[in-house]
């Protein structure tokens, strides 16, 4: 009894000393998120080439703007397979509306 006593004290002692790892979280694909709300400049007034730009990091393929007068700079691009109209707000940079073009 007494030995048994022992290695029960001695299994405590080492789960103590020495707690199990844990696993850390892996990622093997980094994803970059854009959707309607985003700011891409931080909140500040962009022209037409730093919205293209900005939407091209943002994991958007061959970005053409169509029309950079007034408050909404309107582009399109592919990402994911898809085509896409993006509604840039040009005072801040924000994402307005996000379109599947067909």
Known sequence: MNATLRRLAFAVTLSLAFPAAVPTAVYAQ?????HVGSHINHGRRITCQEGRRHLERRGFRNVRAHD??????????????????????SRDGRVIRLDRRR
């Open 30 to 34: 980094v994803t970059v998120n854009i």
């Open 68 to 89: 950079c007068r007034g408050s909404v700079f309107v582009y399109s691009g592919r990402r994911n397979g898809a085509n896409w109209w993006i509604h840039v707000r």
